[in-house]
Every structure is written in C-alpha cells, then in structure tokens.
C-alpha cells in the first residue's frame, strides 16, 4: 500500500487515534479503552470513547508542557523525536502509576486517569514535577 493510499485509510477512520498509542504498541503500558487496528503492515491504536481520548489528548499535552525541561527543550513545537515522546509518554505514565499506588507497570491509562482525577481534581491541578520527577528515576530507556 503507497503512502497516499494509507493516508486516505487513516483519514476514513473515526479520528480517535490514541495519543499514547507508541506506549501502548511498546507494551509500556496499557488501556482498556484501546483498539488496535491494522492498515497494510501498520498498526495503530484508536480509542473506543470520545470522553476518554479528550482526557488523553489534553494529558498528553500538559506532560508535553511540563517535560519540556526534563528533555533539555525551552518549547516544544512539533513532533519529538522517538526516544523522547517515549520518554515523556512512558516516563510521564510511569511517573503517575508511581504517584498513585507505587507499582510500577501501566495496565490501564484511562483508569490510572479516572484514579488520579478523583485525587487530585482537574488534568491541570496534577503535580507535574513530581510525576517529571518519577519518570526520570523509573522510566529506562532500552
């Protein structure tokens, strides 16, 4: 399958491609609400409920602000590269479990979520620099 032809194939799915799908793929964790699906050799990892890939999106986004230090940037703008999204979605993912009950494996992101919000209220109001922190002692790269 070409490259534009992959693109169209993506673009006809629902749109909830999952924003810590290169942890999910790399087993460093996991999500009762992922779908993997594949297109051609690829596969991807879609979300099954709009409500839980908003939460992700904006997690995602805030440990993109809150790592920016940690990876040595003053911004991020676009895209990282691949060993540094794994740091900031593994590590970060990482960071949270440890904050939350001290264990060390990811089984499920949306309910580490649900788990974490009711702690702590609002995405935002999560302490980011001690989940930075977290991740930078538990998360090891391969």
Known sequence: MDESAFRQRLAGLDGRACPFAKSILTRC???AMSEKRNIAERELVTCSRAEEHERCLVLRD????????ALGKVHIDGPLPHAQEMRMQCG???GLQRLMDDGDEVRDVAGLLAQAQQKY???ADFPYSEIVRLANIYFKPR
């Open 62 to 69: 805030l440990l993109r602000h809150n790592f920016t230090f």
């Open 92 to 94: 970060g993912l990482k």
């Open 29 to 31: 964790a996991g999500c």
């Open 121 to 123: 209220g609002e995405l």
